[in-house]
């Protein structure tokens, strides 16, 4: 018998939540001036302090995503979502680099508890809707990700950036217990203990070919979108553009127009274009950084043109990623949340060596040089698309992807 689809309401829910959790990760990214400047972190190291939410949020993915094929769903997300109340919290009230950097870790490390989100809205959606549902519910967390940046540099601008955090806090608190009385139980079916289970990340990657494929392409993407975010703020409040805090979060939210691509994505890989849709995002990401290679000498048409890049580079992250989580919860039930945590471990290690090699790069190279190395990151994934494009031509070159048995 058919399974009812899940709800608007469910959707709706579960693509909120996903956003407010996911936010946690990128507040600092426009506020990494002011955060340096009260920490005393130097110019080079200031990437630090989103390289280390990501490295957290890496972590989480391998060793607590995992959890969400072993133990009931809802209490998972609650106690992972408290643990990142308290991180938010601490990352608040924090006077030296050690101590935000450490809550930095800690703020990545619990909220991976939007990727046992997703999973969850794939587990209540039908097979024919199921590219669509986790689109919507991938568009909240883009969207989550994107009004980040703007709310966090409109707070710091009339409070502090500790009032950012510390509101962070609250909302993470509040919205672990919304999520303990609204969400149904789920209670995997697997046998394995933790350590078997953990120990079956290896050989979901070196068995699951797609894996390997849709976390290398996003890799490239993220590693790209990540440095962006970490080098923009900056150039932005240099001295060729002088934007305020307030100015930085008008031209964040330019960027969120990049989330209309989930849905969109999320239809193309229901209809079998996932090879083709993915070559297009990638060749966005690259676009993305092309453009601003060329500065014009007017101050508004160069942040005009800032503002494009920005949209398109979101749009062919936004559209990867639903490319990638569709094809992969279309490997079995019993082993999404282990392949949606690695794929996100993945692409999130990408995103870290994005953020802290642009970092570096602009402070020892320029704008330039950082720009030229943006783009080598999607270009890369694309490259590597090229031989999944050739290999399709050929008859019989792809036997049908298969997850194991684990």
Do not use: C
Request: hydrophobic letters at 55%; aromatic letters at 8%; glycine letters at 10%.
């Amino acid at each position: 018998m058919m399974k009812n689809d899940i709800s608007r309401g469910m959707v709706g829910l579960l693509a909120g939540a996903s956003g407010l959790i996911v936010a946690s990760l990128y507040y600092a990214q426009t506020l990494v001036g002011p955060i340096s400047a009260a920490t005393g972190l130097s110019p080079e190291a200031a990437g630090l302090i989103v390289t280390l939410t990501q490295a957290g949020y890496a972590l989480g993915l391998l060793f607590v995503v995992p959890l969400g094929d072993l133990l009931e769903n809802r209490k998972l997300i609650f106690g992972a979502l408290l643990f990142a109340a308290a991180a938010l919290a601490a990352a608040a009230s924090s006077h030296t680099a050690i101590q935000f950097l450490a809550a930095s870790l800690a703020i990545g490390l619990g909220s991976v508890a939007a990727q046992v989100l997703v999973p969850f809205a794939a587990h209540l959606s039908q097979e024919a809707t199921r590219g669509r549902t986790v689109g919507k519910v991938v568009s909240g967390l883009l969207l989550g990700i994107m009004l980040a940046r703007p709310a966090a540099s409109l707070i710091a601008d009339h409070a502090s950036w500790r009032t950012v955090f510390g509101i962070a806090s609250v909302l993470v608190g509040v919205l672990a217990f919304v999520l303990r009385a609204k969400l149904p139980e789920r209670v995997p079916a697997t046998p394995l203990s933790y350590g078997r289970l953990i120990g079956s990340l290896w050989h979901l990657l070196r068995d699951t070919p797609v894996l390997r494929r849709r976390a290398a392409y996003h890799a490239g993407l993220f590693g790209a979108f990540s440095m962006f975010w970490t080098i923009a703020p900056l150039v932005l409040q240099g001295e060729r553009f002088h934007l305020s805090q307030t100015g930085i979060a008008v031209f964040a939210l330019v960027g969120m127009a990049g989330a209309i691509a989930s849905p969109i994505a999320g239809k193309l890989a229901d209809q079998g274009y996932t090879l083709p849709a993915t070559a297009a995002a990638l060749l966005l990401g690259m676009l993305g950084f092309a453009l601003p290679l060329w500065m014009p000498e007017s101050r508004a048409i160069a942040i005009g043109m800032l503002a494009i890049a920005s949209i398109v580079l979101d749009m062919g992250v936004a559209a990867n990623l639903v490319l990638g989580q569709r094809a992969l919860f279309a490997l079995g039930a019993e082993v999404r949340s282990r392949l949606n945590g690695i794929y996100f471990a993945l692409f999130f290690a990408g995103g870290a060596l994005g953020s802290a090699t642009g970092a570096w790069m602009l402070a020892n190279y320029g704008w330039r040089a950082a720009l030229l190395t943006g783009i080598a990151f999607p270009a890369a994934g694309l490259l590597y698309w090229m031989t999944e494009a050739l290999a399709a031509r050929a008859p019989q070159a792809i036997p049908a992807p298969r997850p194991g048995t684990y």
